[in-house]
């Protein structure tokens, strides 16, 4: 689960989701069903807080050079 891309990660929660919601599971399959959907919750979670970084990261470095941007003193 650790290398499963985020898409992978938001099918596979909902189908736990809807597992659940369907009930007819008993108390370990509902349990087990509940595990996954956390740690696969935390997994997408955990993607996009990288790709939040990712673009504040590249926001903050736009921002640094936007007042010289177009300018001779970007091209030095």
């Known amino acids: 689960m650790a290398n499963m891309p ?10 736990a989701v809807q ?3 369907a009930g007819g599971l008993n108390l ?3 349990m087990r069903q509940w595990e996954i959907g956390e ?3 935390k ?6 807080n ?7 990261a590249a926001q903050n ?5 936007a007042d010289t941007a177009g300018t001779q003193s970007n091209l030095d």
Not at 6 to 15: F, G, H, M
Not at 43 to 48: D, G, H
Not at 50 to 56: G, N, Q, S, T
């Open 6 to 15: 985020y898409e992978e990660a938001r099918d596979k929660l909902i189908q």
């Open 19 to 21: 597992a659940l919601e």
């Open 28 to 30: 370990d399959q509902s």
């Open 39 to 41: 740690a696969l919750a």
């Open 43 to 48: 997994r997408a979670q955990s993607l996009l």
């Open 50 to 56: 990288d790709v939040r970084a990712r673009l504040d």
């Open 61 to 65: 470095a736009q921002a640094a050079t």
